[in-house]
Structure formats: C-alpha cells, structure tokens
C-alpha cells in the first residue's frame, strides 16, 4: 500500500532534515522562502504578492515529495522549475508598472535569490546527470 501524502508535513520534515544535516543550506533556504512567504502575506493584495506566495506553496510541496521520495536527491532543484516562469513576469511587472518601494525592493529581492537559485539547480540537474545523485553535505551525518 502506498504512504499518504502529507504535503505540508512532508515539506517540514524536508525543512528539518536540511536544517539538522547543513546549517549554510538551512540559512540560505530561510532567506530564499521565508522572504516570499512574508512578502507574499503583507503585499497580499496585488498581483506580485499573490503569485509568489503561490508558486511558493507549490515549490515547498513537490520539493517535499521529492525529498520524501529521494532524500537530499539533486533532483530537488526541479520543484523550482516554476520558478522560470515567475522570475522574467515578476521583473517585467516591477519594471514597468508603478509599486510602493518596499514592493520593489521585495521584489528585486526575490528575483535576485530565485536567480541564484536557479543557477544552483541548473548545476545540480547536471551533477545529477553525472552521477552525482545526491548532495555531499546530506552525507556527512550531521550539521555542517
């Protein structure tokens, strides 16, 4: 019988595990999510807010399911495939549209880390590819 899939669990467990095997990676996935989150909560009512919080979820569930599947699997970079999508709509709309500063700036912000981001999981797809299946720091055993 297959294990029911518990999506927010799933993706806290994944939070946890990170945070227990690489501190760098725990602090750089904080500053990458928790940002959107709490941008996507206080600038709820436009365009920007709404559509990162949204990919946000979904990245954080099929990330979860990924890790659940495949723990510390290179692969996890995949959930951000979405990401692609939002990072050219979110700088043409701040770009071209009028926003209150502190939505520029959140949303520079968040463009800048997805971009980062992305770079990484582009060189962790090809690792993958390499045989390099999951992260050297998920084997140490412990904090990093």
Not at 25 to 48: H, K
Not at 56 to 61: K, P, Q
Not at 96 to 110: K, N, R, S
């Amino acid at each position: 019988m297959a294990e029911p899939m518990y999506l927010l669990r799933d993706a806290l467990l994944m939070i946890r595990d990170i945070g227990i095997n690489s501190r760098v990676v725990y602090v750089w996935g904080a500053l990458l999510n928790v940002t959107q989150l709490i941008g996507g909560v206080v600038f709820i009512t436009t365009v920007e807010g709404q559509v990162v919080l949204a990919t946000l979820i979904l990245t954080l569930v099929v990330a979860g399911q990924i890790h659940k599947k495949a723990p510390f699997s290179r692969l996890i970079g995949l959930c951000h495939v979405p990401w692609a999508a939002l990072l050219p709509w979110l700088v043409y709309r701040l770009q071209t549209m009028e926003h209150p500063v502190a939505l520029q700036i959140w949303g520079y912000y968040v463009a800048v880390t997805i971009s980062i981001s992305l770079i990484f999981d582009a060189l962790d797809v090809y690792r993958y590819a390499r045989g390099q299946r999951t992260f050297s720091w998920a084997s140490k055993g412990g904090p990093a």
